[in-house]
C-alpha cells in the first residue's frame, strides 16, 4: 500500500512541476501548443563562431518567443509569425548565420543604417546581449516588437562553448 501511495505522489508531483513549467498567457503559449504538432525552424539550433576565443551558441526558440516576436530576429522576412509558419504560409527562413557569419571586413557583409559593418560578432551582440542587458539601442531595420528583455545571460560563457 505504501508503495502504491509513493508511486501516486510522484506521478503528482511531476504532473504538477510540468503544468507550473507552461507559460499560460501571449504568444508562448500558443508555442507550446503548436510545438505538440509541428516543431518550431531550426529548434534548438547551433550558431556557430568566428570568434577565435569562443565557440557555437545553442539557440532555443522556445526559450525565446516569450521575448519578441519573429521578425526581430528574422527581420528579412515581412510578416512572419509563428502562425504562419506553422500553417505553411511563411517563405524560406534564412538563418542569421547566411549573412551574419562572415568574418569582419568581408565586402558581403551587410551595413546598418550608421554604416556599422554588421558581421556576425556586432549584430548578434547587439540583438543578443543587449537584449540580455536590457539595454536594446539599436534594432534591426523592419525588427518587430520586443515583448520584455533584460532577463537573459550576460556572461559569455554561459551561451558560448569554450574553445
Not at 528574422?74 to 527562413?93: P, Q, R, V
Request: glycine content about 8%.
Amino acid at each position: 500500500m505504501k508503495l502504491k501511495l509513493l508511486i501516486f505522489v510522484c506521478f503528482a508531483a511531476v504532473g504538477l512541476l510540468s503544468l507550473s513549467s507552461r507559460p499560460l498567457t501571449g504568444q508562448a503559449a500558443s508555442v507550446n501548443e503548436a510545438s505538440q504538432t509541428q516543431k518550431l525552424p531550426g529548434d534548438d539550433l547551433i550558431i556557430p563562431s568566428v570568434d577565435e576565443k569562443w565557440g557555437q551558441v545553442k539557440f532555443t526558440h522556445q526559450q525565446h518567443l516569450a521575448f519578441s516576436d519573429c521578425t526581430y530576429c528574422h527581420h528579412t522576412n515581412k510578416g512572419l509569425t509563428l502562425e504562419s509558419f506553422n500553417a505553411g504560409k511563411s517563405e524560406k527562413i534564412p538563418f542569421c548565420y547566411d549573412c551574419h557569419v562572415r568574418k569582419e571586413s568581408d565586402p558581403k557583409t551587410p551595413k546598418g543604417s550608421d554604416g556599422t559593418e554588421l558581421w556576425s560578432k556586432e549584430a548578434y551582440h547587439i540583438n543578443c546581449i543587449d537584449c540580455h542587458r536590457g539595454e536594446i539601442t539599436k534594432q534591426p531595420k523592419d525588427a518587430g516588437k520586443v515583448l520584455k528583455q533584460g532577463e537573459g545571460p550576460t556572461k559569455c560563457a554561459a551561451c558560448h562553448e569554450v574553445k
